[in-house]
């Protein structure tokens, strides 16, 4: 080994020992230092450098805090197997964490996320579907006076109706006579008689020697001829004849 004797300021002596493949082995001395001499390791005012390690003195001291010792890391740390010993503990405790639900715990609070009901449960229920109708259930036919479904006969009818039969004629053209097609009944015609009445008296000319009275009142026309005698026709006469000659 060989030996580095420096001088620093204020004065004190460090040695730095190097063995021979150059590594450090201890260093003392602080602040700015000045390298004064190389030889020889000298300790001891000129006596046998120590050898064994042992020999050293402060063995015993704590100098180094940075590092655990015994009783720094029995303080900082659980002893060998105890950790291991307190989770199997923990792990055998039938609710080592109480804050949580345990399965049995939770089907007895709440209820599955598939179930059901029955219908008394829900409050108002019943009285809410009093009112309603089956699913299974029928109406009768609507009439003049009442709502229902439509019958099959106003379904035909309903049927039979072109599209847009009506959509661009105007009542006015739906009601005049012209526009209508087929037969109806004289009966059926508001004074259909007596303007057929007043037409054949109308038409009438009394020849020579004929007089025609027409009464309306009484819906009859007389012919009369002058010195003939013959007696007058009535109305319905004339008609009969008038239907014969056609």
């Given at each position: 080994?060989?030996?580095?004797?420096?001088?620093?300021w204020?004065?004190q002596?460090?040695v730095?020992?190097?063995?021979a493949s150059?590594?450090?082995?201890?260093?003392?001395?602080v602040?700015?230092v000045?390298?004064?001499?190389?030889?020889?390791?000298?300790?001891?005012?000129?006596g046998?450098?120590v050898?064994?390690?042992?020999?050293?003195?402060?063995?015993?001291?704590?100098?180094?805090?940075?590092?655990?010792t015994?009783a720094?890391?029995?303080?900082r740390?659980d002893?060998?197997?105890?950790?291991?010993?307190?989770?199997?503990?923990?792990?055998?405790?039938?609710?080592?964490?109480?804050?949580?639900?345990?399965?049995?715990?939770?089907?007895?609070?709440?209820?599955p996320?598939?179930?059901?009901?029955?219908?008394?449960?829900?409050?108002?229920l019943?009285?809410?579907?009093?009112?309603?109708?089956?699913?299974?259930?029928?109406?009768s036919?609507?009439?003049?006076?009442?709502?229902?479904f439509?019958?099959?006969?106003?379904?035909t009818k309903?049927?039979?109706?072109?599209?847009?039969?009506?959509?661009?004629?105007?009542?006015?053209?739906?009601?005049a006579?012209?526009?209508h097609?087929?037969?109806q009944?004289?009966?059926?015609?508001?004074?259909?008689s007596?303007?057929v009445?007043?037409?054949?008296?109308?038409?009438?000319?009394?020849?020579?020697?004929?007089?025609?009275?027409?009464n309306?009142?009484?819906?009859?026309?007389?012919?009369?001829?002058?010195?003939g005698?013959?007696?007058?026709?009535?109305h319905?006469?004339?008609?009969?004849?008038?239907?014969?000659f056609?």
């Amino acid at each position: 080994m060989t030996e580095t004797v420096v001088e620093v300021w204020p004065a004190q002596t460090v040695v730095e020992i190097e063995d021979a493949s150059g590594g450090r082995a201890v260093e003392f001395g602080v602040q700015a230092v000045e390298i004064v001499s190389v030889g020889q390791l000298v300790l001891g005012g000129g006596g046998s450098g120590v050898t064994d390690h042992g020999a050293l003195t402060g063995l015993g001291d704590d100098d180094h805090t940075q590092y655990l010792t015994n009783a720094r890391g029995d303080a900082r740390y659980d002893a060998t197997g105890t950790a291991s010993s307190g989770m199997s503990a923990h792990l055998a405790a039938p609710d080592p964490h109480p804050q949580y639900l345990l399965p049995a715990e939770a089907a007895s609070t709440y209820a599955p996320l598939a179930h059901s009901h029955a219908i008394t449960d829900v409050t108002g229920l019943t009285a809410a579907l009093a009112g309603k109708s089956d699913t299974g259930h029928s109406h009768s036919d609507a009439t003049t006076g009442a709502s229902g479904f439509m019958s099959a006969t106003d379904k035909t009818k309903i049927n039979g109706i072109a599209s847009g039969a009506t959509a661009n004629s105007a009542d006015a053209t739906l009601l005049a006579r012209g526009n209508h097609t087929g037969t109806q009944a004289a009966a059926t015609i508001s004074d259909f008689s007596e303007a057929v009445d007043d037409r054949v008296a109308a038409l009438l000319v009394a020849g020579s020697n004929i007089t025609l009275t027409y009464n309306d009142a009484g819906n009859t026309l007389t012919i009369a001829a002058a010195g003939g005698g013959g007696s007058g026709l009535t109305h319905k006469q004339v008609m009969r004849r008038a239907r014969y000659f056609q």
